[in-house]
């Protein structure tokens, strides 16, 4: 099976920063696509920031634009998610997915499709991030 690993959660205080971790522990990101989820309680699991992973464009919805950045290292299989500047409004818990690039649209198309989590095939376990005002 498929299993993507995310971490690097915890408590912080508003205006603070935290690195989100996920790599694959049976595949390759090669030809995949990454994005960053989080779900508050009580709400929907939303996109938060893209990475296509064979030419590293990036996207962000505008709730994680200016703040948050996502990267991969290719060497180590891992893509991050900075968060800087967190809000009490970013308390979530944040997963990552992956899916085969060449089954998405572009990421502008793709951040405004309904129940955007059901066109990801692989899910990591979830990490929660807390931000205490």
């Known amino acids: 099976d498929v299993q993507l690993q995310a971490s690097g959660g915890g408590v912080v205080q508003a205006g603070g920063s935290l690195r989100l971790s996920c790599a694959a522990s049976?595949?390759?990101?090669?030809?995949?696509?990454i994005v960053w989820f989080r779900q508050a309680p009580g709400k929907e699991r939303e996109g938060v920031a893209y990475?296509?992973?064979?030419?590293?464009?990036?996207y962000y919805a505008d709730s994680a634009k200016g703040r948050f950045t996502v990267s991969s290292d290719n060497a180590k299989g891992t893509v991050y998610l900075q968060m800087n500047s967190l809000k009490p409004e970013d308390t979530a818990i944040y997963y990552c997915?992956?899916?085969?690039?060449?089954?998405?649209?572009?990421?502008?198309?793709?951040?405004?499709?309904?129940?955007?989590?059901?066109?990801?095939?692989?899910w990591g376990q979830g990490t929660q991030v807390t931000v205490s005002s």
């Open positions: 997915a992956a899916a085969e690039s060449r089954s998405l649209p572009t990421p502008r198309l793709l951040f405004k499709i309904p129940n955007l989590p059901r066109l990801f095939d692989f």
């Open positions: 049976t595949f390759t990101f090669d030809h995949y696509t």
């Open positions: 990475i296509k992973y064979g030419d590293g464009s990036t």
